[in-house]
Nanobody, 119 residues
Framework: VRLVESGGGLVQPGGSLRLSCVAS????????MSWYRQAPGKERELVAT????????VYDDSVKGRFTMSRDNQRNTVYLQMGGLKPEDTAVYYC?????????????WGQGTQVTVVA
């Protein structure tokens, strides 16, 4: 099982980036998928999450209206479209997948991708 994030980089305030998270070894269509971020010296925090049953993603207030999470089940990939980026969005962004098998919750993390917002 593996999650691989990509798409991070250096961007100016107000800019946009699209992060991708490709899953292998499990199917995202029946898994809850989430994006987290961790800034230097801070705890990892939830950015957006999408349940296994589908429906709209839920966002942290700090990114609501600027970030959009989506899934491509055929590509087994989750995306995070980020717009209106601010310096405080600078962090390592992680993808997380969660599925339940026979009552056991299994959680997978990617290695992270760095997003740096600086003028």
């Amino acid at each position: 099982v593996r999650l691989v994030e990509s798409g991070g980089g250096l961007v100016q305030p107000g800019g946009s980036l699209r992060l991708s998270c490709v899953a292998s070894g499990f199917t995202i269509s029946n898994s809850a998928m989430s994006w987290y971020r961790q800034a230097p010296g801070k705890e990892r925090e939830l950015v957006a999450t999408s349940s296994a049953s589908g429906g709209s993603a839920v966002y942290d207030d700090s990114v609501k209206g600027r970030f959009t999470m989506s899934r491509d089940n055929q590509r087994n990939t989750v995306y995070l479209q980020m717009g209106g980026l601010k310096p405080e969005d600078t962090a390592v962004y992680y993808c997380k997948g969660t599925r339940v098998i026979l009552g056991t919750r299994l959680t997978y993390w990617g290695q992270g991708t760095q997003v740096t917002v600086v003028a």
